[in-house]
């Protein structure tokens, strides 16, 4: 079974330009999360998606992150603009629509450094 | 005060050793319990899981829940140099739909050979 993909992997950009990451979740998986872990902390979520309406965003700064699921599978994440304290791996997760126990399976991450 | 407290380490243990992890929380809201490994570049792996108060094992690893002291913990026996990673603890209240996990901040574990 392929795992959650995302990409970049790595991104450099400088203060005040735009950036978008992409993730594709295991198929089937109704449900997809964004979690932002900046360095020597938990990944903190900032969104999640079930098939492609929000169920939480409570956690994105909105006037700067935008993120969607269109037709229900890949999603992008935005930030626009970047600041440096923006400078962390975002995580893309995802899940069965409602399982027993909720297993998150996550991607390998996008590290941003904004300078 | 953060929802989740987790000592970040280093912690070094020699290989063989027995391993303790734990974390406390604040919000009694919280139901699911789990344990992930993060090795370095690398998303979050789950470990463990445990929805109720008690012990849990699989393996080399046992998870441990105590609700009424809001305390959690995970200990690896026989520890291996490949068991050096950060083990984060995480929480989950599980209100349908939300299911967003609240994550500590992890320890980082060195098993040295």
């Known amino acids: 079974e392929a795992g959650v993909a995302q990409s970049p992997r790595y991104k450099i950009i400088e203060k005040r330009q735009s950036v978008a990451f992409w993730c594709n979740p295991i198929?089937?998986?109704?449900?997809l999360y964004w979690y932002q872990q900046i360095l020597g902390q938990g990944p903190k979520l900032l969104i999640q998606?079930?098939?492609?309406?929000?169920?939480?965003d409570s956690q994105l700064p909105k006037d700067r992150f935008s993120a969607e699921r269109l037709k229900g599978v890949d999603s992008t994440l935005k930030i626009q603009p970047a600041k440096l304290e923006d400078s962390a791996v975002y995580l893309c997760?995802?899940?069965?629509?409602?399982?027993?126990?909720?297993?998150?399976?996550f991607g390998p991450g996008t590290r941003l450094t904004v300078l | 005060q953060k929802e989740v407290e987790q000592d970040p380490g280093p912690l070094s243990v020699p290989e063989g050793a027995i391993v303790s992890l734990n974390c406390t929380y604040s919000?009694?809201?919280?139901?699911?319990f789990m344990w992930y490994r993060q090795y370095s570049r690398k998303g979050p792996e789950l470990l463990m899981y445990?929805?109720?108060?008690g012990n849990k094992e699989d393996g080399r690893f046992t998870a441990q829940v105590d609700k009424s002291s809001k305390y959690i913990s995970l200990f690896i026996r026989d520890s291996q140099p490949s068991d050096s990673a950060t083990y984060l603890c995480?929480?989950?209240?599980?209100?349908?739909?939300?299911?967003?996990?609240?994550f500590g901040s992890g320890t980082r574990l060195q098993v040295q050979p």
């Open positions: 997760a995802s899940s069965y629509r409602d399982p027993l126990y909720n297993e998150q399976f």
């Open positions: 198929s089937g998986h109704a449900t």
């Open positions: 998606f079930q098939n492609n309406g929000v169920v939480d």
């Open positions: 919000n009694s809201a919280f139901q699911y």
């Open positions: 445990t929805y109720s108060s």
């Open positions: 995480a929480m989950l209240i599980g209100d349908t739909g939300r299911r967003a996990l609240t």
